[in-house]
């Protein structure tokens, strides 16, 4: 096993950031962690990498602690935000990160790979956003790791520069383990082979995304016309108005439909379709509420 | 990674960052020597003893400045920032990392060393014999540590911003009270009368000792005892730190 958590509990003084929370990274496997703000991801991800303690369970990289310098030979992680020292030119930082690994990939096939040679002797200050996320992320594959750790990887990018990102790290992450966390959906959708919810340190999902679709049923029903008052207030039912349609996601639009008709609202042009993940998610963690 | 390879590793990219930084270098290196231009040089140009005299001095003023900035204002600054959470994942101990630190500062501290003393060699009639030098090095480096805990305290007790104004006001008021920049003597009394119990003056007379004054147990006993004190805050401030960032 890469990585594993079991039961890990985490608090900061009253408030719990994690509840007993337990999954694993398997060899090979990308997953994504999903969960709104607060969620308790950041910290996930701050034990996993040995920078926090859980205060209960265990958590265990590549068998041992991730407190433990040996087991973090294999494990390369991005920084957070980029905030590198000002003044040191992007090759220097790349080669520093590597020079802490037995296997380190040659300094200048990684700026290659995520699109930095170019900038190779760019002072860090000068970078823009999508430059210095490139370079956050390629320091996480620097020492050839066996699991590689991302938090919000593309944080603030514009969508051309996430797919540039995501191909870069999609053909860093063979022969690898990959865990990352993201606010976009369809970024988790795209790239994960596993996606884990959690919401107020508790784990709500763990599966792949059309497993996270079909478990939770979710349909996407909209039409012309006002949206049912009663419907609004039943777990697992999101209703939403775009363009003058309403929008219900549920995993029984069947039973709004009826709804509908046997009260006598008017509606036309109605449509039902499988629902996106987002909504998916939306309904997740509304219901763990 | 050889833990000592990864030691010097840390200290390059340090040195490179701060010496690419003109605000940590014109302060730690370029003032010791100015300074000493400045205020020294013209009573210190037509004899040997009190160029000696000035120069230890401003020897000791510049380590003390190294220790503070480096230490001090560089843990306050970087304590919080996401490069230091960073680099606590990588495969590297907290031990390794901070001999990179002394590396770091003792590099700084020889280089601003250095400059007085070239500046010193050039333009007063200085007479140190290369035995004596042997004697600064190893004296400024035992009294140096008191400082660089005192650097540790800064960096652990102060937030980021308060951390310059804080360091550069007990860099400057430490220097003149402890008779650094002038000889003690000629300090207004009142002045005179705490400066004997300063770790700036006691870091001067361990230096002064070296042209042939009498080893000063006084200013040593004082020496040890602020690195005693200065060594429990600083382990204070350390763990406070580690149990909020990282427990």
Redesign the interface.
């Given at each position: 096993m890469i990585l594993d958590f079991e039961n890990v509990s985490k608090s900061y003084g009253s408030v719990r950031a994690l509840d007993g929370i337990s999954f694993a990274v398997d060899r090979g496997e990308i997953v994504a962690v999903l969960g709104p703000n607060g969620a308790g991801k950041t910290t996930a991800l701050e034990i996993a990498?040995?920078?926090?303690?859980a205060d209960a369970g265990t958590a265990r990289l590549f068998g041992g602690s991730p407190r433990d310098?040996?087991m973090?030979?294999r494990?390369g992680?991005?920084?957070?935000?980029?905030?590198?020292?000002?003044?040191?030119r992007v090759d220097?930082i790349v080669a520093?990160?590597g020079?802490?690994?037995?296997h380190a990939i040659e300094t200048g096939d990684l700026l290659e790979d995520f699109g930095l040679t170019a900038l190779r002797h760019r002072r860090t200050a000068t970078l823009s956003g999508g430059q210095s996320r490139r370079l956050a992320v390629a320091?996480a594959f620097a020492?050839d790791p066996e699991l590689a750790?991302l938090d919000e990887p593309t944080t603030g990018l514009d969508v051309e520069s996430r797919r540039r990102l995501w191909d870069a790290v999609r053909s860093a992450a063979q022969r690898r383990s990959v865990l990352f966390t993201t606010h976009y959906l369809e970024e988790a959708e795209a790239n994960a082979s596993r996606i884990v919810v959690i919401d107020r340190g508790r784990k709500l999902f763990d599966g792949d995304a059309r497993r996270m679709r079909t478990r939770f049923g979710m349909r996407r029903l909209s039409y012309v016309g006002e949206p049912l008052a009663s419907a609004a207030d039943d777990a697992g039912v999101t209703v939403a108005r775009a363009n003058g349609r309403t929008v219900v996601a549920s995993s029984d639009t069947d039973a709004y439909v009826r709804a509908l008709v046997n009260g006598g609202t008017p509606f036309t042009d109605l449509e039902i379709a499988p629902a996106s993940l987002e909504e998916a998610f939306l309904s997740l963690t509304e219901v763990s509420k | 990674m050889s833990p000592i390879r990864l030691a010097f590793i840390h200290a390059r990219i340090a040195l490179l960052d701060l010496l690419r930084s003109p605000s940590y270098v014109v302060p730690t290196v370029v003032f010791p020597a100015m300074f000493f231009v400045l205020f020294d040089v013209p009573f210190a140009r037509s004899h040997a003893g009190v160029a000696n005299f000035a120069t230890l001095a401003f020897i000791a003023w510049a380590i003390v400045g190294v220790a503070v900035y480096q230490f001090g204002v560089g843990i306050a600054q970087e304590r919080g920032r996401p490069w230091e959470r960073y680099q606590r994942t990588l495969p590297v101990s907290t031990g390794v990392r901070f001999a990179a630190r002394i590396l770091c500062a003792m590099a700084f501290g020889l280089l601003a060393a250095t400059c007085v003393a070239l500046v010193a060699r050039a333009l007063t009639p200085i007479d140190l014999s290369g035995v004596q030098w042997l004697q600064v090095l190893a004296y400024a480096i035992a009294a140096g540590v008191p400082f660089v805990l005192f650097g540790i305290t800064i960096g652990y007790w102060f937030p980021a911003r308060a951390s310059v104004p804080v360091a550069t006001a007990f860099n400057l008021l430490l220097a003149y009270a402890g008779g650094l920049w002038m000889p003690p003597s000629d300090l207004p009394a009142i002045v005179a009368r705490i400066s004997p119990f300063l770790p700036t003056r006691q870091f001067g007379e361990v230096l002064w000792s070296v042209t042939g004054n009498a080893v000063p147990a006084g200013a040593i006993v004082g020496l040890v005892l602020y690195a005693l004190g200065f060594a429990a805050l600083a382990s204070i401030g350390y763990r406070r730190d580690e149990q909020t960032r990282y427990a």
């Open positions: 990498t040995g920078l926090r303690r310098v040996a973090r030979l494990l992680v991005t920084p957070q935000e980029s905030g590198f020292p000002d003044n040191l220097e520093f990160a020079a802490h690994y037995p320091l020492g750790v | -």
